[in-house]
């Protein structure tokens, strides 16, 4: 009798998990929204120092072998290091493992306040970038010292598995 009664218990909490219609939501704002309340009017005349900077980015990474993956989040962070003045990203341009680009993220020139941070989301199912995906920023602030920094932080979590890591921008020189 004791064993009906967990099975029956088992069998009812299963249809009750599943009858609970649990949704996966989405938070990631639309791109308009996210970057139209930091637009800046950079002036052709504006006197300020500009640059690019590469940063390896990766959608998932090789496990056990080259037929399987493991998906990760990866939260690309654009850090202004300045504590007085603000840094300008003209663009940022997601590229694949191949070289196509995926997605321009930011294609008109906003401001990062002092010691600010903004971030670029891309989510576990997206797979786009590869094991070899890259962003390549642009760039301007007024203080050659005040220079903007990148970084990508990969993450995922699987039963028991949890996998973390992160790169660092790479200014490339023009």
């Excluded at 009906?4 to 929204?33: A, D, Q, R, T, W």
């Excluded at 939260?75 to 995926?102: M, P």
């Excluded at 989510?123 to 990508?152: L, M, R, S, V």
Aim: glycine letters at 8%; proline letters at 3%.
């Amino acid at each position: 009798m004791k064993r009906l009664f967990v099975i029956g218990c088992g069998v009812i909490s299963l249809m009750l998990m599943s009858s609970c219609g649990i949704k996966e939501e989405n938070y990631e704002l639309p791109e308009e929204e996210k970057w139209n309340s930091r637009l800046a009017n950079l002036e052709p005349m504006d006197s300020l120092i500009e640059g690019k900077t590469y940063l390896s980015v990766y959608s998932h990474v090789f496990s056990i072998s080259e037929h399987k993956v493991q998906n990760l989040t990866a939260i690309i962070s654009l850090r202004n290091t300045s504590s007085s003045e603000e840094v300008f990203i003209k663009k940022a341009d997601y590229y694949h493992t191949d070289g196509e680009l995926i997605k321009s993220y930011i294609n008109k020139p906003i401001y990062i306040k002092p010691m600010e941070t903004v971030e670029i989301m891309i989510f576990e199912k997206d797979e786009q970038g590869g094991t070899g995906g890259n962003f390549i920023f642009d760039w301007a602030t007024k203080n050659e010292n005040n220079k903007p920094y990148f970084e990508g932080i990969m993450i995922s979590t699987y039963g028991q598995l949890g996998l973390s890591f992160s790169t660092q921008g790479l200014e490339l020189k023009q």
